[in-house]
Structure formats: C-alpha cells, structure tokens
T-cell receptor, first 113, second 116 residues
Framework: SQQGEEDPQALSIQEGENATMNCSYKTSINNLQWYRQNSGRGLVHLILIRSNEREKHSGRLRVTLDTSKKSSSLLITASRAADTASYFCATDAGGTSYGKLTFGQGTILTVHP | GAGVSQSPSNKVTEKGKDVELRCDPISGHTALYWYRQSLGQGLEFLIYFQGNSAPDKSGLPSDRFSAERTGGSVSTLTIQRTQQEDSAVYLC??????????????FGAGTRLSVL
C-alpha cells in the first residue's frame, strides 16, 4: 500500500494565488521529498526535508514537516500557469531500506491564467 | 549521459507477447529503480538495484516480471506473456545513494506500454 497520501486529490486555482498540498504517511522516515510530474511522464525532484527539519524553502516553494503527526505540506506561492502539474510526496524510511522511496497518489494542480 | 534514458518511449504489443524495456541511468549512479504508473495513479514500486544486485524486488507483481542490471549500469525490465493489465507507464530512476544521506531520484521520461 502507498505510504504517502496526498490531499487534496485535485486543486484548481487562479494564477497568483497560493497552492497548498498535504501529505500524510504511516511509518517513521529518514526524509520526505516532493516531486512534480508533467503530462504523466518523468518526475522532477523539487525539495527534500529531513526528519530533523521542520521547514524548508526553495524559491516559491515552502515545505513543512510534522513528524509527530506524520504529515507534510507543500506550499507554492504566487502560482503560475506553468505550475500546472501533478505533485507527489515520497518518503524514505532509511535504515536497511534507505534509498527506496514510497510515493503517494499525488495531487493534480491546475493553475488558470 | 546527461539524464536517465529509457527506450522505447512507446511500445504497443499484443497480449501474450514478451516485451523488454531498457533503462540507461545517469553515469556513476549506483542505485536504479523501476516503477509502474497506471493511468491517473501514483507510482508503484517494482524493483531496486544497488549495483548489479537487487536487494528489494518485492514490488514485482508476478513471476512474469523480471529485471536485470549489468555492469552497474543499464537495466532491462522484461515482461513475459503480457496481459492487458500490464498496460501502464514504466518509469526508471537512478540515484547516488549515500549512507544515511539523502536519496534524490532522477527519472527518465518513461516507456508507455499498451497491451492490445
């Protein structure tokens, strides 16, 4: 079963608005990552947050991690039409399985010009 | 190469035929992963290679699926006696895994398999 579950499944906003996507997971993690996918093909890494970090920024992206609640959120500020894509969270459990990522079902983001 | 390369990009086959999907990872990346993504779904883990060995093949759906990696580089995913439910996009990723470090995966564009 999928470790990560994203919420919402789909999000539709206007250009300039902020988009927030949430991810919940079940087991302890070494790190959590967010990926973006355009047109159902390859994924592109966006940002990684380690289990001992609570917040991380990269450009217009802000990621938070709450290990006590086993949840993370991805905020995209001042969205653009080009941000339209599917966004996936992925967890790395570390330990003997380090390196293997477990992906959630994804959030489909549509940004209207 | 500059990125992860997968071939073919599209494959149409008839039910019952065997197919081979190829992945050429980023040079120097020791870890290689295969995933399957059905229409509108998340990524389903299939198999993980560290070098030429596969410490985790728990995601292979049946014994019709197999994969190998040679020379610590190119990997081939083989599906025997394809079924219609095998239709999906097969994604390959590679990473430079560091002990207790971060593992950022770099993905190829995928192979879209259609079984008629």
């Amino acid at each position: 079963s999928q470790q990560g579950e994203e919420d919402p499944q789909a999000l539709s906003i206007q250009e300039g608005e902020n988009a927030t996507m949430n991810c919940s997971y079940k087991t302890s993690i070494n790190n959590l990552q967010w990926y973006r996918q355009n047109s159902g093909r390859g994924l592109v890494h966006l940002i990684l947050i380690r289990s001992n970090e609570r917040e991380k920024h990269s450009g217009r992206l802000r990621v938070t991690l709450d290990t006590s609640k086993k949840s993370s959120s991805l905020l995209i500020t001042a969205s653009r039409a080009a941000d339209t894509a599917s966004y996936f969270c992925a967890t790395d459990a570390g330990g003997t399985s380090y390196g293997k990522l477990t992906f959630g079902q994804g959030t489909i983001l549509t940004v209207h010009p | 190469g500059a990125g992860v390369s997968q071939s073919p990009s599209n494959k149409v086959t008839e039910k019952g035929k065997d197919v081979e999907l190829r992945c050429d990872p980023i040079s120097g990346h020791t870890a290689l992963y295969w995933y399957r993504q059905s229409l509108g779904q998340g990524l389903e883990f299939l198999i993980y290679f560290q070098g030429n060995s596969a410490p985790d093949k728990s995601g292979l759906p049946s014994d019709r699926f197999s994969a190998e990696r040679t020379g610590g580089s190119v990997s081939t995913l083989t599906i025997q006696r394809t079924q219609q439910e095998d239709s999906a996009v097969y994604l390959c990723a590679s990473s430079l895994v560091r002990s207790r470090g971060s593992n950022i995966q770099y993905f190829g564009a995928g192979t879209r398999l259609s079984v008629l």
